[in-house]
């Protein structure tokens, strides 16, 4: 068990309490509350009154980074991490990897935007790439449960904050670079430089898999030299043609020289590249490329990602597209689908980048037949600032705002004529909506169903 601590309601007794200063709460007010619960040691940036010995430093954050790194990320040698990246499709082709790796006989742990999972086992977190205690754990969890695979996403933001230091990667992926998190990022070149980072942690054995589709591919190809590509023409995997439907999709691709056709039951061009992520990264860790194509038909996408239903004489898709790239992606992939409207219902979260708003909004409502605006997570901000943002970029008046999620999706199911597609974007899996610092259950694929109930009825 790892001896430390950062949240003094999960101390155990015999650990040392590590008091950090984060951005909205101060450890060092609950030194005592971890001194209750059993810690013998606090490791502190202050001196501290208090019935236990007190190790001040300079910065806690950073010297128990060290101190977990340096004690501990050698009991993971032996576990072999995969690690993908990029602005959309990490979840996607790090859950059909997770997948595939369990059908070929594997034993496998997923860590992510969907939870920490393991066989049977479960875990929500709260962010895709967790504080680097929370990995740790984790990782120390899979040893105890004999995982001999870990798939991790890796977002910008924990390459930045070095949450996954100490640990050695045998294959990383690169999906794609596209506008979000700027607000953190400030520009699109150190949102760039932090995806790059990922290289300093893979094994120099390792693999680096990258989308040559996407421009930024080359910058990988430069700093590692044994990077592989994956996409459409001159690629090592290379896709040479693939038909789209709306509940399945066929791939014809090549390998080594060698040509494969498969079938996947996910849906949309972008799917394609998150398979043959998923693909690249599979055959990378040893594994037969026959194999891989024979167990593809019984992958399935993961919750809140292109999750399709029939509701009345056409369908209604629930996806997780919160960035301007991945709306526009799925609007204009269920386009090309659609045999007749394509309905959009979709907002922008409250304190996060306000750049992307009047661009999602212009996607949104070029590329729609109609589009209805809509709360997603306002959390602390003004809903009505945040439409503000999101209209300054719409021109034309194929819209209507309905800022109370539940009734918005309600009027867009009510829209529904035969073969209309109405796109529910932006929650994707969460079954919650943030107004204020409060989590209010709403899901939107539970709101379909409830639906679709309610007219049978």
Do not use: W
């Not at 044994?226 to 789209?244: E, H, L």
């Not at 709360?375 to 602390?380: A, G, I, L």
Request: aromatic share 10%; proline share 2%; hydrophobic share 35%.
């Amino acid at each position: 068990m790892i001896k430390y601590e950062t949240d003094s309601r999960k101390v155990k007794p015999g650990q040392t309490f590590v008091a950090i200063k984060g951005y909205t709460v101060d450890g060092h007010n609950y030194v005592e509350s971890a001194v209750k619960n059993g810690a013998t040691s606090v490791i502190a940036e202050r001196e501290i009154e208090t019935s236990v010995p007190v190790t001040v430093v300079e910065n806690s954050a950073k010297y128990f980074q060290k101190k977990l790194v340096n004690e501990y990320s050698a009991d993971f040698r032996d576990l072999k991490l995969v690690g993908i990246t990029g602005t959309n499709g990490k979840t996607t082709s790090a859950y059909l990897t997770y997948q595939m790796l369990n059908k070929l006989g594997k034993k496998v742990a997923y860590m992510g935007t969907l939870g920490f999972m393991c066989d049977d086992y479960y875990e929500e977190l709260p962010n895709t790439s967790p504080e680097i205690l929370t990995i740790y754990k984790l990782l120390e969890l899979a040893l105890e449960k004999n995982c001999e695979y870990v798939i991790m996403e890796i977002s910008s933001h924990a390459l930045d904050l070095k949450r996954i230091e100490g640990l050695s990667f045998e294959v990383c992926a690169f999906t794609n670079l596209t506008e979000d998190h700027l607000d953190y990022h400030k520009t699109m070149e150190n949102y760039l430089s932090c995806k790059l980072m990922i290289l300093n942690y893979l094994k120099d054995s390792g693999v680096m898999l990258v989308n040559k589709d996407d421009e930024a591919s080359k910058k990988f190809i430069e700093r590692f030299a044994n990077t592989k590509t994956f996409g459409i023409g001159d690629a090592d995997y290379d896709i040479q043609n693939f038909s789209i439907y709306p509940d399945h999709t066929d791939i014809d691709f090549t390998v080594e020289g060698k040509a494969y056709r498969t079938t996947t039951n996910l849906t949309s061009k972008f799917n394609i590249y998150n398979y043959m992520t998923m693909f690249s990264i599979v055959h990378e860790l040893g594994f037969n490329c026959d194999d891989i194509v024979r167990f593809t038909t019984e992958l399935k996408q993961p919750k809140g990602r292109c999750e399709t239903y029939k509701v009345k004489d056409g369908f209604a898709v629930v996806d997780y597209a919160h960035t301007p790239d991945a709306v526009l992606k799925v609007v204009t992939a269920y386009k090309e689908l659609a045999k007749a409207r394509v309905i959009t219902l979709v907002g922008c979260g409250g304190d996060r980048d306000p750049m992307k708003r009047p661009i999602m909004g212009n996607i949104a409502s070029e590329y729609s037949d109609y589009v209805i605006f809509t709360n997603d997570n306002p959390r602390t901000e003004d809903p009505e600032n945040i439409m503000k943002d999101i209209l300054s970029g719409v021109k034309k008046d194929n819209y209507e705002v309905c800022l109370d999620r539940r009734e918005a999706i309600k009027k867009a199911l009510d829209m529904i004529e035969e073969n209309d597609i109405v796109l529910l974007l932006g929650k994707g899996h969460e079954d919650y909506q943030i107004l204020g610092h409060t989590k209010v259950h709403l899901d939107d694929s539970e709101e379909i169903l409830n639906y679709v109930n309610s007219i049978k009825e």
